[in-house]
């Protein structure tokens, strides 16, 4: 998992960092986790910015497959999407709220 966290912002064509990797020398995991991370940023709200749709999102993912983004990987993210849908959460506090019911059971069988 770490090489997919360090080359996650390689980019196909080479513009990317740390290392300038491009194509096929960025390893899978990190071209999955390059398409996962940007549909977040892109459809989470930022502070100069508003969330984008999941259409708007895909739309935006589809325009750099093939040249920064790994077209398969786009195409899975697609795929899962249309078959399972996304559930978005709007800020931190709501992540917080949706993920308390996970995290609290745990914490209770310390």
């Known amino acids: 998992m770490l090489p997919a966290i360090r080359w996650h912002h390689e980019r196909l064509d080479g513009s990317g960092y740390p290392d300038g990797l491009q194509g096929e020398e960025i ?62 959460v709007g800020n931190e506090q709501e992540t917080k709220q949706r993920a308390r019911p996970l995290v609290e059971p745990s914490i209770e069988h310390r």
């Not at 910015?49 to 895909?58: C, G, I, K, T, Y």
């Not at 935006?60 to 697609?78: I, K, W």
């Open 27 to 88: 390893p899978l995991d990190a071209r999955i986790l390059a398409v996962a991370d940007v549909f977040d940023a892109l459809t989470s709200v930022r502070p100069y910015r508003a969330a984008l749709s999941v259409e708007e999102a895909l739309a935006l993912l589809r325009q750099e497959a093939g040249t920064r983004l790994d077209p398969e990987c786009v195409a899975a993210l697609e795929r899962l999407v249309g078959r399972y849908g996304v559930s978005l």
